[in-house]
C-alpha cells in the first residue's frame, strides 16, 4: 500500500482547454483574515499576534507624532487606540503574557505622558480613578470581557451560528469531565488544551463569575461515573500534567 502524502499535487482540468490547473495548497497553521481577523483551522493564532503587534505600532508611531497632554495621551488611549487594538479580541484566545507584550510599548508611552515611572505598580495602573489608580485598560481582560459577551450573546439568540457555537460548548464541556458546564460552574482547567471556549471560562474562572442558561445542557448519563471521577480527580491538588493524563484515559 502506498504511503499516504497529505501534500501530493492537486489540479483540476479546464473544460475549454483541457489544461490541468494546480490548486494551491495552504496548511491548516497558516492564518488567512477573515472579517478583520486572521484565523487558521487548526487554532494558531500566530498571524494574528503578528498583526496585532503591528497595529499597535503603528497607532503608537501615530501618538508619538503628536504633542499631546497627559490628559488628551489618557483619552487618545482609550477612545482611539484601546478600541482598535480589541476588535478582534472577542474571537481570540491569547494569553494574557502574550496581550502584555502587545500592550509594552503603549504602557512605557503612557506612563511617560503622565510622568510616572515606568515599573510603577500594575495594580494602581489599571485600578479605575475612582479607586485611585490610572485608569489603564489592559488588553487581557479587554479580550476576556469581549468574549464573555459575544458568549452571552449566542447563547441567547437562535441562529444557526448560535446552534453551532451550543455544540462546541458541548463538545467542550464533554471534554472537561465535569458535572456542570464549565461556564456556569468554572474551574481551573488548565489541564485541558488552550483554545476559545477554554479562554472564556478560565476568564470566569479568575473573576469568580458565572454564564447560567434557562435550559442548561446535560452530558449523556453514560458519562456519570466519569463525571464523579474527574471531579475528585480536580479536589486533589495533583500536578497538571497528571490531571491531564488522567483525563485522557
Known sequence: MEKYDPWATISIK????????II???P???GMRTLGVQLSPSGNLDAEFDHLCAKAARILVG??????????WQKAYRTIAIPRLIYSLQVTHF????????QAKFMTSALQARH??????RAVVFAPESLGGLGL???FFEQSIAQVKLAIGLLRVQSSLSDLFKIGLGHFHLHAGLAECPFSDPHDLRYLELDWYR??????YLTDTRITTVTPAYLCPKCEGDICLMEAILSLDLPTKTVKALNGC
Not at 14 to 21: D, G
Not at 95 to 102: G, I, P, S
Not at 199 to 204: E, G, K, P, Q, T
Open 199 to 204: 479562554s472564556v471560562s478560565d476568564a470566569l
Open 63 to 72: 501618538f508619538r507624532s503628536t504633542t499631546f497632554t497627559a490628559k488628551e
Open 24 to 26: 494551491k495548497q495552504i
Open 95 to 102: 494569553t494574557k503574557r502574550e496581550l502584555e507584550r502587545v
Open 137 to 139: 485598560y489592559h488588553l
Open 28 to 30: 491548516t497553521t497558516t
Open 116 to 121: 510616572v515611572h515606568g515599573r510603577f505598580p
Open 14 to 21: 479546464k473544460p475549454a482547454s483541457n489544461e490541468r490547473q
